[in-house]
């Protein structure tokens, strides 16, 4: 007879695992690829290629390197790859794109000890130091459909730049103020993943269905953004559809790494999101703030989640001088 | 009504249909003296003695403690020490069964006239919680506090094991008569019988019959894990809460199991102890599950090989359900009184344990909102008082956390060690 193996309970069979869980987030960023392919080229799928292969290969060597397990067989490397691609334009070189992969895996990351330890979002991170690193190439946004003109594709300005902008000046660059069918559809200029608003939504419907994500933060995110776009005489619908509201609110304020554990807690992590981005875009000098309101966010995450923790059922109170 | 949340098993309650059958004769009967919570008993027979069927074995003076009796008639070859599944060692009466199976004189039905001559018939009768955790059922039927409801644990949330069900199903009226006897008894004014909304079968029986009664409430369970537990099925029944450091007894609650129910009208009939128990026999390895009535004593090995198991290729034997049963190191140890399944598997879940992902699966299937993963992490760097503050000693150890953690923490085993670090003052 074989010895018995003696564990701990329980010892029923478990379905779900880490890459599992990852796997549903690919599938889910799979729909906002596909519109990036279908308004932006086949380039968009050549960017999130470098990026998937650059964030698994450095995956792979940091591990190697720090003598730890391989990990890059729970996907989470593949998730951090997409999205970090969905966050850049089209036109973006590909080797910026492959060098964004490798801040957000090695020095975001891993530097942090790995999947779970990390304090702030490896993607949205990674597309700050490219944003600062190489303003114009970050910053080049080719229109929708101008893929068909091959080398002559012409850029222009996002949905948000275009709404601070007079008819004249509207005018003098030859575009208009986008529809909101256009902005729900994704036919306007920006990140190659960040324009659909439908095809993220179809992601994040699909996560919440799976019961991957929450939808605390993503809700409370984009309906407090339309509530003070709404009492600052703004038009909530054009804010929340243009930029990355979406991108972010459904595949980066749900990272569970960074995020608060609590349902209570993700809420006023979606609301910090929405007042930060509120503000950035209309007080501030950049034309778009969800990156850095999620990252200021993720760095509060922390304190919130003191602040949040579960009321257990049946607890008694602890007394004043107990610490 | 509100109702605490859980986390959604597949049933497996594969024999909830297979009609309880007697176990052959052992050819060994290995008796411990400490089966559950209380005090060990001492031996009170000597090696080569003739015992009958329902001798008292062993007792204690120490009133946490239950008698044990013999489930066969035959003679003491051994008296040996006997490390017992929670890792202390007591001394352990085995018996050679003769085949006669003669009944002891001792065994006469008891003379019940007040509260107190029940309580100690019960403790004559070895009774102890069959539900698993075997708290001594004469000190639960004799607090201190007045009683104005009586639970009934019918709830059998782990998979696979149907023991209670089959004894409600079987003995339906050994249940009710059980059940108007303690609370006649003990003068408590109501009774719940909490039973799961996967066995539809008994909800209506017990509707029926208890219908005409309006002290009766038959409660639906949601068939969510872990109904059973004690804090757990006495709010979703009640909405009473226990608190920290409290007892139901203290809410004006008690809750007994079914078939333990079943068992003190059984016995106050014919005065046989608890020496027989069913057990549902299941898992991969077994060919022919069942739900079997054994001796208690009978070696795990004589129950496997009845039902057809595949010996030679085990991997894991629990005894009790999947979520907080004990794996048992060596097949020829015996049934309990607390054994109610016996789980036979050619498998067992080899797979590494990985980084928390901090996805917070744990905290939102515990029944009482703990933080399983910050405990995990307060654990790993010995914070006291974190782990005060996150309420670990209320773990009930349900299994839910491990249960449900994608990178396979053993997050439950992690809270069990963490309440050990916490100074008693």
């Known amino acids: 007879m074989n010895r018995l193996l003696v564990s701990p309970s329980p010892h029923d069979d478990n379905y779900t695992k880490t890459s599992d869980i990852m796997l549903h987030v690919c599938i889910a960023l799979l729909p906002a690829l596909a519109a990036g392919c279908i308004f932006f080229g086949l380039r968009s799928l050549a960017v999130a290629a470098v990026c998937v292969v650059s964030a698994v290969v450095s995956e792979y060597i940091c591990r190697r390197l720090m003598k730890r397990d391989n990990t890059i067989g729970d996907l989470s490397a593949v998730v951090t790859g997409i999205i970090l691609a ?238 | 009504m509100r109702k605490l949340k859980g986390i959604k098993l597949k049933h497996r309650k594969n024999t909830e249909n297979s009609v309880t059958v007697q176990l052959p004769l052992p050819s060994k009967i290995i008796l411990p003296m400490s089966m559950h919570m209380g005090v060990p008993c001492t031996p009170l027979v000597r090696k080569g003695d003739t015992v009958k069927i329902g001798q008292k074995i062993g007792d204690c003076e120490a009133p946490f403690s239950v008698p044990v009796h013999s489930s066969v008639s035959g003679t003491v070859t051994a008296i040996n020490d006997y490390q017992t599944s929670m890792g202390t060692v007591c001394k352990a009466v085995e018996i050679e069964p003769d085949g006669k199976q003669d009944i002891s004189d001792e065994i006469q039905p008891p003379v019940i006239t007040d509260k107190e001559s029940f309580i100690k018939a019960i403790r004559e009768s070895g009774a102890c919680g069959m539900g698993g955790a075997g708290f001594p059922t004469h000190i639960k039927l004799n607090p201190a506090k007045e009683i104005d409801t009586l639970i009934i644990n019918a709830a059998e949330c782990e998979p696979y094991i149907t023991s209670d069900y089959r004894e409600m199903i079987e003995n339906t009226d050994d249940v009710l008569k059980g059940i108007r006897l303690v609370k006649d008894i003990l003068g408590i004014k109501s009774v719940k019988i909490a039973i799961e909304k996967n066995k539809p079968e008994a909800i209506k029986k017990f509707e029926e019959l208890t219908k005409p009664d309006s002290a009766f409430d038959i409660v639906t369970l949601p068939s969510v894990y872990p109904q059973g537990a004690e804090k757990v099925i006495i709010y979703n029944t009640t909405n009473r809460i226990v608190e920290e450091g409290k007892l139901p007894a203290d809410v004006g609650v008690i809750v007994i199991n079914v078939s333990t129910v ?30 079997i009535f054994a001796p208690i004593g009978t070696p795990f090995a004589d129950i496997l090989n009845f039902c057809n198991t595949d010996i030679d290729k085990l991997k894991a034997v629990i005894s009790g359900g999947p979520m907080m049963g004990m794996c048992i190191p060596d097949i020829n140890m015996p049934v309990l009184k607390t054994t109610n399944a016996l789980l036979a598997f050619d498998h067992y879940d080899d797979r590494k344990t990985s980084a928390c992902i901090r996805c917070g699966r744990c905290a939102d299937v515990c029944p009482i909102n703990l933080m399983p993963a910050e405990i995990d992490k307060a654990y790993r760097i010995k914070d006291i008082d974190d782990l005060k503050a996150l309420k670990v000693l209320l773990c009930m150890n349900c299994g839910s956390c491990t249960y449900i953690c994608p990178a396979n923490r053993k997050l439950a085993e992690t809270n069990q060690l963490a309440k050990t670090i916490i100074p008693k003052n």
């Not at chain 1, 850029?155 to 902008?165: F, R, S």
């Open chain 2, 262 to 291: 079943a068992f003190i009208y059984r016995y106050t009939q014919t005065g046989i102890p608890f020496i027989t128990r069913r057990i549902t026999v299941e898992g991969n390895a077994v060919r022919e599950p069942k739900n």
């Open chain 1, 86 to 323: 969905l966050n850049l334009p089209v036109s973006i070189p590909l080797w910026i794109a492959a060098l964004g992969s490798f801040i957000a895996i090695a020095v975001v990351k891993q530097l942090f000890g790995g999947l779970g330890q990390n304090f702030a979002n490896p993607a949205i991170t990674a597309r700050i130091v490219l944003l600062v690193s190489f303003p114009a190439a970050m910053t080049n946004w080719v229109l929708p459909f101008e893929w068909k003109n091959g080398a002559d594709a012409v850029t222009g300005a996002t949905p948000l730049v275009l709404q601070g902008m007079s008819a004249d000046e509207l005018a003098e660059i030859n575009q208009t103020i986008p529809s909101y069918l256009d902005l729900f559809l994704g036919n306007t200029g920006g990140c190659l993943g960040e324009t659909s608003a439908l095809a993220l939504l179809l992601g994040g419907l699909y996560l919440i269905g799976k019961k991957i994500i929450n939808p605390a933060a993503p809700l409370s995110f984009i309906g407090c953004l339309a509530l003070l776009s709404l009492i600052a005489g703004g038009d909530p619908l054009y804010e929340i559809l243009s930029g990355g509201v979406f991108l972010g609110a459904f595949f980066m304020a749900t990272d569970y790494a960074t995020t608060p554990i609590s349902t209570k807690g993700k809420i006023i992590f979606g609301l910090g999101c929405g007042i930060i981005t509120f503000v950035i875009r209309n007080y501030g000098s950049y034309p778009e703030g969800v990156s850095y309101a999620i990252l200021l966010m993720n760095i509060l995450t922390p304190y919130i989640e003191q602040h949040t923790r579960n009321k257990i059922f049946g607890a008694k109170e602890a007394a004043k001088n107990e610490k």
